[in-house]
């Protein structure tokens, strides 16, 4: 069993960048596809993005903007947000499946997640 643990949310202003990193104990992060998801204030959860053995997808509000990789050395995922936007403003969380079909869906290990808010 493989325990998520987010972390890297602050208070950002439109058009910065920062790191989210989803840190993995119990287990080894690369025998999992990882992914993340976010929830606005009000709204659903929705799928942001994922990384498998095969692919990296992203939803299409954050391509070119957000990249996923992977840090092995670290048992770590880390998500690169750049040119943040007010709508980006939410609770991410990352989670973890052990097979890499439908990288959007079905997780089966998630975090508590990590607020990220963008300044008025």
């Known amino acids: 069993q493989v325990n998520l643990v987010e972390s890297g949310g602050r208070v950002v202003q439109a058009g910065d960048s920062l790191t989210l990193t989803c840190d993995a104990n119990g287990d080894t992060l690369r025998r999992y596809s990882i992914g993340w998801f976010r929830q606005a204030p009000g709204k659903d959860r929705e799928f942001v993005a994922a990384?498998?053995?095969?692919?990296?997808v992203y939803e299409d509000s954050v391509k070119g903007r957000f990249t996923l990789s992977r840090d092995n050395d670290k048992n770590a995922v880390h998500l690169q947000m750049n040119n943040v936007r007010p709508e980006d403003t939410a609770i991410y969380c990352c989670a973890a499946k052990e097979d890499s079909e439908d990288v959007r869906a079905r997780y089966g290990y998630w975090g508590r997640g990590t607020q990220v808010t963008l300044a008025s």
């Open positions: 990384i498998s053995w095969i692919t990296t």
